[in-house]
């Protein structure tokens, strides 16, 4: 057994050179200061105390770092999983109860139960029926809704927990004479200092310098005389060892918020692993390895009451800056952070909670994709429209709908594609062998009496009748007398028993039309299986060819009353 496979940090350590090692200690170091004011949001974003997102900073952490594959990727509390685990979990129980942590602790137990699953069984493919355009759409929506779920922050008054975020919206405008001004002063002061200190450096540990500032206001002007609300007691100390609570009805009512967050999350860090991987090129990501890493780092996790976590896009891109060589710069940070949790935690006891609040709004800017709506708006509409679609079903109907509406837009839209997939007519090009659709070449000039019809896809029973409609339409189409029908089949990689019978079809037609049928180009898979289910017998020997070049000069030959060509037996050695 090579050790090396299954904990890729043992390489790492065996090439770590001094330099390496001083790199990963600053970016270990760097990511922290954002790590420990992000993680207490995000833990407070998903409806539990901050110190569980601390929690999240330190097993999960060390437990990828010798288990992933990306040298770069910082796991932790995010944004997008702590609102999914709040819309979900907040639907059975009330947050920052008991009941509700138990939950939370739990569904992220589950999480990385199924995320090894799938990666254990090589099953992560799944996740690509989640198509871009949706993620985008949904985690511009998500972003909108987060910002909204923080007015209670923001504006310093207590707001219900309503169904969608436009009841949240609503309410917060018609008691906006509640609002505490000291609070949305500390907010937005907070926000501003941040961009200024990221314009001037994103080297700058901003989301820590506001932590600190505020921090400091609350103690020396005193809670009473400050008038906000306070994050206070954060217990001190590392979290202990404890088996998540399960129950079969528990794990039932579970089961679509860990469904949800389990796509997401993959989505999010694998993403983010193959974007780092591409900028840096000396390693590989194995996607199903980073499956097992993610899982086990979540259930590790959940035994030490952490948060559910994933690949986050900031600390990540921050951890790459900054220099990470491997995972060593993500045990640096969780060292970091168990420092915090049994010295420091006291300390958070003045921070106020509208500072907390800013930190979140400032990272989910970055979710916000109005820019890729853009592009995609010029380039590709239906895309566009998938994602608009995602955003308002996300935004008006709620989190997991959104997903849901995603995964079957994606589904839907793989089906239709396949279901009518191009066709195009070919034409040759001048003092050249090579044909090219006749519409997107203008050189391109038909052949007399014949029509060469290229179709880019498997032919199976979703598009059969599409195919053969097309042909005759095609033929239809067709202002002069047609003697040939060749079909130029080399992107057809695939056929099953309904296209069979359709290409039967497309024959018979042909041949009561008196107009000879070629097929060239066809791959060996395809062709073993036609010849297999007899359809070689039908069309005749003299059928398939290499190439449109060499069914023509067959058909050519024909007409001059030579009979050389090309039979299957001859295709087949000269393929091999």
Not at 220 to 242: A, C, N
Request: aromatic residues 10%.
């Amino acid at each position: 057994m090579n050790i090396k496979t299954y904990f890729p940090i043992v390489e790492n350590l065996e090439t770590h050179t001094k330099e390496k090692w001083r790199k990963d200690i600053i970016a270990g170091i760097t990511v922290v200061v954002m790590l420990v004011p992000q993680g207490m949001a995000y833990a407070m974003l998903a409806g539990v105390p901050p110190i569980y997102g601390l929690y999240g900073g330190l097993v999960p952490l060390l437990l990828y770092a010798i288990l992933g594959t990306s040298r770069q990727m910082s796991i932790g509390p995010v944004a997008i999983s702590a609102l999914l685990v709040l819309a979900g979990v907040s639907q059975i129980a009330e947050p920052f109860t008991p009941e509700y942590i138990t939950l939370v602790i739990l569904a992220g137990f589950l999480i990385g139960s199924l995320q090894l699953l799938l990666g254990t069984f090589r099953l992560g493919f799944l996740v690509n029926f989640i198509s871009h355009p949706v993620i985008l759409g949904f985690t511009s929506a998500a972003a909108v809704i987060i910002a909204i779920s923080q007015l209670k922050d923001v504006l310093g008054f207590s707001i219900p927990r309503f169904s969608h975020a436009y009841e949240t919206v609503f309410y917060a405008f018609q008691h906006l004479s509640a609002a505490n001004w000291v609070a949305v002063a500390l907010c937005l002061s907070s926000i501003v200092v941040m961009l200024i200190l990221r314009r001037i450096s994103r080297a700058i540990p901003s989301a820590l310098i506001v932590v600190i500032i505020g921090t400091l206001l609350a103690y020396f002007v005193g809670e009473q005389q400050l008038g906000v609300d306070l994050v206070k007691d954060v217990p001190q100390g590392l979290p202990s060892f404890q088996l998540p609570s399960l129950s079969w009805e528990a794990i039932q009512i579970l089961i679509p918020t860990v469904l949800t967050v389990s796509l997401i999350g993959i989505v999010e860090s694998i993403g983010i692993a193959k974007v780092l991987q591409a900028k840096h090129g000396d390693y590989k990501i194995d996607p199903n390895k980073e499956l097992i890493a993610l899982g086990v780092s979540k259930m590790g996790g959940a035994f030490f009451q952490a948060v559910p976590t994933s690949g986050s896009f900031t600390r990540s891109a921050v951890n790459n800056e900054a220099g990470a060589q491997s995972g060593f710069a993500s045990l640096i940070t969780a060292l970091i952070v168990a420092l915090t949790l049994l010295f420091f935690t006291p300390l958070f006891y003045f921070l106020p909670k509208a500072i907390l609040a800013a930190i979140i709004l400032i990272s989910v800017k970055s979710l916000f994709e109005l820019d890729a709506a853009k592009h995609l708006w010029h380039s590709n509409r239906s895309d566009f429209y998938m994602m608009l679609i995602t955003f308002i079903v996300t935004l008006s109907l709620g989190i997991e709908e959104g997903v849901l509406a995603g995964v079957l837009l994606s589904i839907m839209m793989i089906l239709y594609k396949s279901t009518r997939p191009h066709m195009a007519v070919l034409g040759k090009l001048p003092d050249s062998n090579s044909y090219r659709n006749v519409n997107r070449f203008e050189l391109a000039e038909q052949t007399e009496g014949t029509l060469i019809v290229r179709f880019d896809d498997q032919l199976y029973f979703a598009n059969a009748v599409y195919f053969q409609d097309g042909v005759q339409q095609f033929v239809e189409d067709n202002t002069e007398p047609l003697q040939l029908f060749i079909l130029e089949a080399s992107n057809m990689h695939s056929i099953d028993s309904t296209g069979i019978h359709a290409l039967e079809d497309v024959y018979k037609y042909l041949q009561k039309q008196n107009i000879k049928f070629y097929i060239s180009g066809m791959v060996g898979p395809v062709r073993d299986t036609i010849t297999k289910a007899g359809l070689i017998n039908t069309l005749g020997e003299k059928t398939l060819f290499l190439n449109i070049h060499q069914a023509l000069t067959h058909f050519k030959s024909l007409n001059n009353g030579l009979e050389k060509g090309w039979t299957p037996d001859a295709l087949q050695s000269n393929i091999n």
